[in-house]
């Protein structure tokens, strides 16, 4: 996960909830469920039935310093900078 400044993100006190059923129980074994959070970052959040509101999830893939090479000393980027970073033909 990757941690922002002044963003609401997921966090560690984040009730375990796997309720989209994009996994099987067995594979999501000591590991964070990222189906919520990803949906919840394209804009389509659940509200949960308390009124809390899934928060997003950040990642970075297994790659954050990567994100260096994006960003290229920018503070933010797009979509469209991430592909043109990405090593293959265009």
């Given at each position: 996960m990757v941690?922002?400044?002044?963003?609401?993100?997921?966090?560690?006190?984040r009730r375990r909830v796997c309720d989209l059923d994009y996994l099987d129980a067995a594979d999501a074994v000591r590991r964070r469920c990222l189906c919520n959070g990803l949906v919840a970052d394209v804009g389509h959040a659940?509200?949960?039935?308390?009124?809390?509101?899934e928060r997003p999830l950040?990642?970075?893939?297994?790659?954050?310093?990567?994100?260096?090479?994006?960003?290229?000393?920018?503070?933010r980027h797009s979509a469209r900078d991430v592909v043109a970073y990405l090593p293959g033909p265009r």
């Open positions: 941690e922002v400044d002044g963003l609401a993100t997921q966090g560690e006190e659940q509200t949960r039935d308390d009124g809390t509101v950040l990642t970075a893939g297994d790659d954050l310093h990567g994100l260096r090479g994006v960003l290229g000393g920018r503070v």
